[in-house]
């Protein structure tokens, strides 16, 4: 068998797997509950009936991975943004258990009620009853998402380090024009709010990306971290000198001159001198 051939799936349709996958087991823990409140209520449920009711709430939550997956990424509970980011994903969260619900009704609605729009009082009792169940649910996806985005980037061996594909261009936008920026011209690297500044000589590029996200993505034997607003291509230091607090003056071979905090310094002259080596 020619192992060149063999075809790997896209990503979506692994995130979207997984998300039935996950979807399913946590309407199966909840099943025992129902299913006893049901008999209590004189109502005992069908099996074929739940197993469709299961299966389709499965599908409607399957999307949810990909999306937050992509949420995770672009905006990462890290950093000295964690608290925003958080809130961020909490507000999510909660937006998206709304819409799985309103879904949810109705195609109730339409299924055994015949009904085009889903009954008020219905939607209101989901709501009340589901809504935070749904928010737990999302939140704990979203946790997992960021365990299956960030934990690989920590646990790889460094053989396979040297193997791991980095981001060695970007597109940019300049004039209503767009052009490729090659990261081996880039000199250093500065955090404006939202955006990315790349300084490549004397021109600079903005990009819309985080600085924890964008840094998870360059090859650290080129690029390293001196401060929480700034990363500098390695090849590009001239000089380091020491200053008070433990902090240093960094000096590129262009003349920059760019402060190194005492958190970073350490990190700093390990890649440098590997780097040498």
């Not at 469709?52 to 949420?71: F, H, M, S």
Request: aromatic share 6%; net charge positive.
């Amino acid at each position: 068998m020619n192992t060149s051939s063999t075809r790997v799936l896209p990503a979506w349709v692994c995130q979207v797997t997984l998300g039935f996958l996950y979807w399913i087991a946590f309407l199966l823990v909840l099943e025992p509950d129902n299913v006893l409140r049901a008999r209590q209520a004189g109502h005992p449920l069908t099996w074929p009936l739940e197993t469709l009711r299961i299966g389709v709430a499965g599908l409607l939550g399957a999307p949810t991975a990909t999306l937050l997956l992509y949420l995770t990424r672009r905006f990462p509970v890290t950093g000295s943004r964690i608290l925003r980011h958080a809130t961020f994903h909490l507000a999510a969260a909660a937006v998206l258990s709304v819409l799985l619900i309103l879904i949810s009704c109705v195609l109730v609605a339409w299924a055994l009620k015949h009904e085009w729009v889903p009954d008020l009082a219905d939607l209101s009792s989901n709501l009340t009853s589901n809504g935070l169940l749904l928010v737990y649910a999302l939140c704990s996806l979203s946790a997992l998402a960021h365990v299956i985005d960030f934990i690989p980037r920590h646990t790889m061996p460094s053989g396979a380090q040297t193997k791991h594909h980095h981001l060695d261009r970007v597109t940019v936008k300049q004039r209503g024009r767009i052009s490729v920026i090659h990261l081996i011209d880039v000199d250093w690297i500065e955090t404006l709010g939202n955006y990315l500044a790349l300084h490549v000589g004397a021109s600079v590029h903005l990009i819309r990306e985080t600085s924890v996200a964008f840094e998870a993505k360059i090859d650290p034997a080129l690029f390293v971290r001196i401060h929480r607003r700034a990363i500098v291509a390695i090849d590009r230091i001239k000089d380091l000198q020491p200053i008070a607090n433990g902090d240093a003056l960094l000096r590129l071979t262009d003349g920059q001159e760019l402060n190194v905090s005492r958190s970073h310094r350490k990190t700093l002259v390990e890649r440098w001198e590997a780097r040498s080596a």
